[in-house]
């Protein structure tokens, strides 16, 4: 912090009326064991710092891995000069400081301190718990774990003054069923900021290793409408769109579909989207933004009305609306953008076996590819795995089929909301069935 | 660009101001480690024993200069260094890297990547030898010798006639970014190498609204090239093509649905082979056993008309390499020659597990990673026929101009790719603009299934993501799926 202070103060007295210090470090670990073996371990603490330097309403920004002062003298100058060649921004502005959100719950130290070879026999654990899961499975990809420990420190020329730590898991698995020539995929990570929240191995290998178990040896079927399920899994093909459309910055200058929707109802009357920054032991979750102003919960979408987007300081000045705390920077080198926190789709009260067992021919889909929900345009398209459901029975798993909608068609066809949301993801969903949308094959 | 364009590019050139190209000249690259450090790191990576030791150091400095919603917003100067070490046991990589370039933090990280192995066996570095970087890539105007003025002319210029293409278009959207990385390699077998590669990349954005409807149009153009580059490429050119794109696809009807003749026009579209079946060859998932390519060498996977390569030597374009990350020189490769699998791109790991070359695919974003198999520049082949007489010889499909992006799924084969631009063909001719299509299908029935290749071979830029990001380029001539890929439109 001390640091940043000098760095300001020498902003300051070259000339930045206005001006802000980013410093990131981090202490990271990652480790994969495949077929038994460790096959790989990444140690690192990598870091730098981020300097937003204001000049006559102008901006100029510069990052480096080296925060010595010998390279912080030779860079303000830069940035002044710099500084003069961009234009002046009439919405550029940076928070004061105020009181920030405290006992978020966002910092395990235990689960740091254990030694490398019981996160080595962790995952060794996981991975015979995956091969045995089913006589399907026939190989591992291998398993990973991750830890990283990040400070985020901030200080700005308004006063702002910041630094917080916490922590994030990632437990990572990959299997691969076997039928024949063919081979499916069971793939996919989960993540805690307190470890204690992960699931538990067993959980972790039946959620991905049964989605490779269930679609081995899919099929096309008959091009049509069909009711359409998707599970937590592949609800991720609508709210990625969602999350794009929902960003304050895309609605403002037209690159969403709901740009022209605030107030507006865009969907049935029991979907609602919410991003949440205060969630306790939340894996996105943050007392303060990334320029600092204090998170917030948000609520985006509320019974079908968009009430909301995301925003961060300059975008909320342009569109002349308050600012969410949604402004974020992938690490020290990125100039702040908006982003989501815990972001997800509001469960409701519906059971997913009695959706299924109502279907009168749909397919739950177990898995996506490609893009989605698109942003812009508001059209669904992706290529789908899953399973065919004939009056409420499963019949047989799916592949080499398409899925098209209008986000239209799917927000204002959706016959239900379950109950089976898990936040172990920063974006996050309960199954969600649509009425009608069109397969093609 | 308003009150705001009145700024023009004549007052960013007063003379008192230094560019950012004359500042960024001042700082000098960090000298390297001197011969006896060297030793000393790759003896410590090996304390555990180990196949080989490796110290990889980077610097990177780069300008980024964004316009959008006509205001030069941003103007960013990176700097970033740091140095890694490798040991590597079988398939085992340890790897921990610091900032800088600090002898006694690297001892620290070589002493964390020695932990991976544990094999005690004497093993001696090897004295180094340096080796030459081939010179596939050159810069004959350095990228630092331009001032920030002048790039910021091409952008203005670009922007405006992406503006003035019609009253259509709502947004344009530029992001110059150019960068000169640095590199230095050394292993334990005596391996020593540097360079130095320049890179241009610019992407441009439009975005067309009428009636309630919206369209982003967008072109890519880079190269690892000096500030010649633009003697030959026009961000001009480029913008007018984004422009373009938007606004004729705002016509659009919905895309069909089904299996039906795809016809791929020359370029980027290589990005099917790239994702279809590029990845798929890559020796990591082959000597793992999840492609489906693992047992198939020298073995006919395709139609004779298929030949596919990746060329880490094709002078300066965004794939090549000089030499991969592991200090292996950038070469040609034919994957798949005439249907029969001949080849796969391996990084060191790869290679020594298989018996094979190293063939200089061990790439990596940067210093906070570890090499893996990577592609570079991969294209299909020239073939012989003429691209107006594959169209004029299909009486029913789809012509696809651009997709946005794809992805496979390596262990099933599956793909998908998000259609940016395309039209019908119908009796053999273009007529309207289709949109919202989604490609799927798996790359061995892609490969089956090309009955017509075409002899206008274009490579197309982009960046290819496999835990990490790389620079690459995909090509290929106009050619024809007839079957195997399912085009999933809701008309």
């Known amino acids: 912090m001390e640091q940043l202070n000098k760095i300001l103060e020498q902003c300051v007295s070259a000339g930045a009326e206005m001006a802000d210090v980013f410093g990131v470090s981090r202490r990271t670990l990652v480790i994969s064991v495949r077929d038994g073996q460790v096959e790989s371990i990444k140690k690192a603490d990598p870091g730098g710092i981020g300097i937003r330097f204001f000049a006559g309403g102008k901006m100029a920004f510069a990052h480096s891995t080296d925060t010595s002062e010998a390279s912080i003298n030779s860079m303000i100058p830069k940035l002044s000069a710099m500084a003069q060649k961009t234009e002046k921004d009439p919405f550029a502005g940076m928070p004061g400081p105020v009181d920030y959100p405290k006992d978020l719950d966002i910092y395990d130290g235990r689960q740091l301190d254990k030694p490398v070879e019981d996160k080595i026999d962790y995952l060794k654990k996981l991975e015979q718990l995956a091969l045995k899961f089913d006589p399907f499975i026939s190989k591992s990809n291998g398993v990973s774990y991750e830890e990283i420990v990040t400070t985020r420190s901030l200080a700005n020329s308004r006063g702002v003054r910041f630094s917080y730590d916490s922590t994030f898991y990632r437990v990572g698995i990959s299997v691969v069923a076997s039928k024949g020539e063919e081979m499916f995929p069971g793939e996919g990570s989960m993540f805690a900021t307190i470890f204690n929240d992960m699931p538990k191995p067993e959980e972790i290998v039946a959620y991905y290793a049964s989605q490779a178990v269930q679609l081995v040896g899919g099929t096309p079927i008959e091009p049509g409408d069909y009711e359409i399920v998707f599970t937590p899994r592949s609800a991720g093909s609508i709210y990625w769109g969602l999350n794009f459309a929902l960003n304050g910055d895309n609605a403002y200058k037209g690159y969403s579909f709901l740009a022209d929707k605030l107030g507006k109802t865009v969907a049935t009357a029991n979907f609602s989207v919410i991003d949440n920054a205060l969630m306790p032991r939340g894996i996105s979750t943050r007392p303060v933004d990334d320029e600092g102003t204090p998170c917030q919960k948000t609520v985006l979408i509320e019974n079908g009305v968009v009430r909301n987007f995301l925003y961060d300081y300059k975008t909320a000045a342009k569109a002349k609306v308050s600012p969410t705390g949604s402004a974020y920077r992938e690490d020290y080198g990125s100039t702040p953008g908006i982003n989501h926190s815990n972001l997800y789709i509001a469960p409701g009260k519906d059971k997913l076996e009695d959706v299924v067992a109502s279907l009168k021919k749909g397919i739950i889909v177990e898995q996506t590819q490609g893009w989605g929900l698109h942003s812009v345009t508001g059209q669904y398209s992706a290529g789908i795995n899953g399973i065919l459901v004939e009056n409420g029975k499963k019949i047989r798993p799916v592949a080499g089929v398409t899925l098209a909608a209008s986000a239209d068609e799917i927000l204002m066809g959706i016959g239900a909301i379950c109950d089976d949301i898990k936040f172990h993801w920063d974006m996050t969903s309960p199954s969600l069935m649509i009425k009608r949308m069109k397969v093609g094959a | ?491």
């Not at chain 2, 039906?260 to 082959?286: K, Q, S, Y």
């Not at chain 2, 695919?361 to 990673?369: A, C, D, P, Y």
């Open chain 2, 1 to 491: 660009m308003g009150q705001i364009m009145l700024l023009s590019a004549a007052s960013f050139l007063a003379p008192k101001l230094l560019s950012f190209a004359e500042l960024r000249a001042e700082s000098a690259f960090s000298p390297p480690f001197d011969d006896d450090e060297v030793k000393t790191l790759l003896s410590k990576a090996l304390a555990r024993g180990g196949d080989f030791s490796e110290i990889y150091f980077e610097s990177v400095q780069s300008l980024s200069l964004k316009l959008s919603e006509r205001v030069f917003s941003e103007a960013v100067l990176g700097f970033s260094e740091g140095t890694g070490v490798r040991t590597v046991d079988g398939v085992k990589n340890g790897y921990a890297y610091i900032n800088g370039v600090d002898f006694a933090g690297a001892r620290e990280a070589a002493a964390t990547a020695a932990f991976i192995a544990n094999s005690p066996r004497n093993i001696e570095v090897a004295a180094p030898v340096d080796k030459k970087a081939p010179g596939y890539i050159t810069a004959r105007i350095p990228l630092a010798s331009i001032s920030e003025a002048r790039k910021m002319e091409l952008m203005e210029q670009a922007e405006q006639v992406a503006r003035d293409f019609s009253s259509h278009i709502k947004q344009v959207d530029i992001t110059y970014y150019d960068h000169i990385k640095k590199r230095r390699v050394a292993n334990s077998n005596g391996l020593r190498i540097e360079n130095e590669l320049p890179l241009i990349w610019i992407v441009i954005e439009v975005l067309a609204e009428k009636d309630g409807v919206r369209h982003q149009g967008r072109s890519r153009i880079s190269a690892h090239q000096g500030f010649e580059f633009f003697d030959e490429n026009s961000m001009v050119d480029a913008a007018r093509e984004a422009a373009r794109e938007s606004v004729d696809m705002l016509a659009a009807k919905a895309a069909p649905g089904g299996t039906m003749p795809v016809v791929m026009e020359c370029g980027w579209g290589g990005v099917l082979m790239h994702e279809a079946v590029g990845h798929g060859l890559e020796g990591d998932f082959i000597y793992k056993g999840t492609s489906i390519y693992a047992d198939k060498l020298g073995k006919k996977v395709a139609s004779d008309l298929i030949t596919l390569v990746d060329d880490s030597s094709w002078p300066n374009a965004r794939g090549t390499t000089e030499f991969d990350d592991e200090g292996t020189p950038g070469q040609r490769n034919v994957l798949i020659e005439n249907g029969i699998v001949t080849g796969f791109m391996h990084d060191l790991i790869s290679a020594g597990q298989l018996k094979m070359a190293p063939t200089g695919n061990g790439r990596r974003e940067s210093f906070h990673h570890y090499p893996i198999p990577r592609m570079t520049n991969t294209f299909l082949d020239n073939g012989k026929s003429n691209p107006a007489d594959i169209i004029a010889d299909t009486p029913k499909g789809i012509y696809i101009k651009s997709l946005s992006w794809g992805s496979v799924d390596t262990i099933s084969g599956q793909f998908n790719f998000a259609v940016r631009e395309a039209y019908l063909i119908e009796n053999g001719k273009i007529t309207g603009p289709v949109s919202g299509a989604t490609l799927i299908g798996r790359g061995i029935d892609v490969l089956t299934n090309i009955d017509a290749v075409a002899n206008d071979l274009k490579l197309g830029v982009g960046i290819c993501g496999k835990d990490q990001w790389v620079p690459v380029t995909s090509g290929q001539p106009t050619v024809r799926i007839a079957s195997g890929i399912t085009v999933g439109g809701s008309a």
